[in-house]
């Protein structure tokens, strides 16, 4: 298939854990987005990543969040020590352009941190 | 920073229209998105409205901007059980360079 896919599908950590997310963006999108949206919320972004320029990590919520994106293609969030308030499905999503062209999402990785 | 409202929740019954709506803050906005997602699934582009316009319509989906008040809305007509889902209303905007996403909207179609 030609979508967005990511990898694992679910993912069970212990607290204190760390847990990489990989994300394979549709082939050609330049951006590349992580979003994570927790039980009865919206969608909280991330990080984005836009061609070759530094990424936006605005949205990452403390120091054990971090993600990279190798080669313009593949990314993968990592947590480290995750906590139980991580637990959440995590969402990436890609476009061709970056700005406000149009978002194509994975399936997201539900991660449950026990 | 921008701010996008739904309310959380709408029944409807089958055959009936539904309208989902979505208040924002940003008024420099340029694009409006309706984004839909079924339990389990990654979310699913419905339709986009660019901010110059008023009102556009994809077969049964019909989405109306406001700009004045920022009141986005989405009617889908017919609505069929395949409906049901979550509805996200989200907002691009030149000042965030980056799309803000309301809570969604659980619509549930009733038989």
């Known amino acids: 298939g030609a979508g967005v896919s990511q990898s694992p599908s679910n993912k069970v950590t212990e607290k204190g854990k760390d847990v990489e997310l990989r994300c394979d963006p549709i082939?050609?999108?330049?951006?590349l987005y992580w979003y994570r949206q927790s039980l009865g919320q919206g969608l909280e972004f991330l990080i984005y990543f836009q061609g070759n320029s530094a990424p936006d990590k605005s949205g990452l919520p403390s120091d054990r969040f971090s993600a990279e994106r190798t080669g313009g293609s593949v990314s993968t969030l990592t947590i480290q020590r995750t906590q139980q308030e991580d637990s959440a499905v995590y969402l990436c999503?890609?476009?061709?352009?970056?700005?406000?062209?149009?978002?194509?999402f994975g399936p997201g990785t539900r991660l449950t941190v026990t | 920073g921008e701010d996008v409202e739904q309310s959380l929740f709408l029944s409807v019954r089958e055959g009936d229209s539904s309208v989902i709506n979505c208040t924002y803050t940003d008024s420099s906005s340029t694009y409006l998105y309706w984004y839909k997602q079924e339990p389990g699934a990654g979310l699913q582009l419905l339709t986009y409205?660019?901010?110059?316009?008023d009102m556009k319509q994809d077969q049964r989906l019909t989405v109306l901007l406001n700009k004045k008040d920022k009141h986005l809305s989405l009617r889908i007509a017919d609505t069929q059980t395949g409906d049901s889902a979550i509805y996200f209303c989200?907002?691009?905007?030149?000042?965030?360079?980056?799309?803000?996403f309301g809570s969604g909207t659980q619509l549930t179609v009733l038989p």
């Open positions: 409205i660019f901010s110059n316009m």
């Open positions: 082939s050609g999108h330049t951006a």
């Open positions: 989200a907002s691009f905007s030149g000042s965030a360079r980056q799309l803000t």
């Open positions: 999503a890609s476009s061709l352009v970056g700005g406000a062209g149009e978002q194509y």
